[in-house]
């Protein structure tokens, strides 16, 4: 069933994350492949045309592009083993809300924090934080938003967290002050070999951040 | 299979295509139309996240976003007009091209078709044009439907195609013509006759005047409105 496995991805694409934790999470080998972003590869190209994008899952030749599309692919062909998304409907559609909810406001608020300065930094970091406190609010007193094991909103919102030092240093704030229960959710997913091993390290992060400001002359 | 509610509106094309899939399994529902200048306090009571239709709500418990809604009545009720195909990795292409469509970006340019004037107007056409292409010939190809043989949930997401046109005739300026996209043409006019889509599309002169009316505040508070 495993057939040939291959993920473009970006070491510290939050996106590529997801894959990798949900392909480790069931015990997939795959091959992992570096795409240098500033020169995209033929693959990268002819795989996705439409985006150009990493992550790009491609499953004996057939590409699986948008990380959320993966991780439900993923789980429907390797349905037996570390099931991600719940059974009954009601909680997938809950699930599904919460997901795209991370998708429509965390990448974009935090792109924000490091990108931008003053009031409109003021706001995304505002308005960021308020995110995380309804996130707080749907995992309640679960050990994960899985419930016991680790679940799609786990897999789809954890790799923000390589990125948290990062905001926290361009932003001057502190998440754990603020969103104390999600950062103990974070640990707890931290212990969980697959996440370890997904996420890069949080100052590799923060340097790669930094670079990036000085390309896009961004003080 | 329990109780159904839609809170909707009545020309938006996210609610249609929930009340399309209910009606296409032959599920009933009750379906409570929402003034959006006016939200009810039972629409900020199932959506207090977003605030937005559409809204399903099954047994009282409420489900938001479109496409999340459209998985679940798949799920819920998957006997009746399949609405994913089987296979991992067609439905995986599915949800690409629904993401794909749905993305604010790829939505933008038929909506500043509609609200834009001059310079951005002929970008937003160009833009458009681009999109069509591409659905007509990598996504429709040679299928009757997006679906296949039947209306799949890729349709119902490509529904506000069915009423285009009237769109068309307010701004005065057709992009979605039979001659260039031929295939989308006859897609919309299979679409149109389904019997559930048929009795279940915004009325053609309640769309005309109120968005004629809209155009105009649009046209009047533009600052790049070029003389008629």
């Known amino acids: ?219 | 299979m329990g109780e159904v509610k839609v809170l909707g509106s009545w020309s938006s094309p996210y609610g249609l295509r929930v009340q399309w899939a209910l009606g296409l399994k032959s599920v009933e529902y009750e379906y409570i139309d929402e003034d959006l200048l006016n939200k009810s306090q039972m629409l900020l009571k199932y959506n207090p996240v977003h605030k937005k239709i559409p809204v399903l709500v099954h047994n009282g418990k409420p489900i938001a976003e479109s496409a999340v809604i459209l998985e679940y009545i798949e799920e819920t009720w998957p006997q009746q007009h399949p609405l994913l195909p089987k296979d991992p990795y067609e439905r995986a292409m599915v949800r690409f091209w629904i993401n794909f469509l749905d993305n604010k970006d790829k939505v933008a340019p038929f909506m500043t078709f509609f609200t834009g004037v001059g310079e951005e107007h002929k970008k937003a056409v160009n833009e458009a044009k681009e999109l069509l292409k591409l659905y007509e010939e990598q996504v429709l190809g040679e299928k009757k439907y997006f679906g296949g043989e039947e209306i799949g949930m890729l349709d119902l997401a490509m529904g506000w195609m069915a009423y285009f046109g009237v769109i068309e005739e307010i701004v005065d300026v057709k992009i979605l013509d039979a001659e260039t996209f031929p295939r989308l043409h006859a897609w919309i006019q299979n679409f149109r006759a389904h019997p559930v889509i048929k009795n279940n599309l915004p009325d053609h002169d309640r769309l005309l005047q109120n968005y004629t009316e809209k155009r105009q505040r649009f046209l009047a508070y533009s600052p790049h409105t070029e003389n008629a």
């Open chain 1, 1 to 219: 069933m495993a057939g040939e496995l291959v993920l473009l991805d970006f070491w510290p694409s939050p996106f590529g994350m997801r894959s990798r934790i949900a392909l480790a999470e069931k015990g997939i080998p795959y091959e992992y492949r570096e795409e240098d972003l500033r020169n995209k590869s033929d693959l990268l190209l002819q795989m996705n045309p439409v985006h150009k994008k990493i992550p790009v899952l491609i499953h004996n030749g057939k590409p699986v592009c948008e990380s959320v599309i993966q991780v439900q692919y993923i789980d429907e062909v390797w349905h037996d083993k570390a099931p991600l998304i719940p059974s009954d409907p009601y909680q997938r559609a809950v699930a599904r809300f919460w997901v795209d909810f991370i998708d429509k406001k965390i990448y974009e608020l935090g792109s924000k924090i490091w990108k931008t300065k003053g009031e409109e930094q003021a706001n995304a970091k505002k308005e960021f934080i308020e995110c995380l406190k309804l996130l707080e609010g749907e995992l309640g007193d679960k050990t994960y938003f899985g419930g016991e094991s680790l679940g799609y909103v786990d897999v789809a919102l954890v790799p923000f967290y390589s990125w948290f030092y990062a905001y926290e240093k361009c932003g001057d704030f502190s998440i754990e002050a603020e969103c104390p229960k999600m950062i103990a959710w974070v640990k707890r997913c931290m212990q969980k070999e697959s996440v370890a091993k997904s996420l890069p390290d949080q100052e590799k992060v923060y340097e790669f951040i930094l670079q990036l400001k000085k390309i896009f002359g961004i003080e």
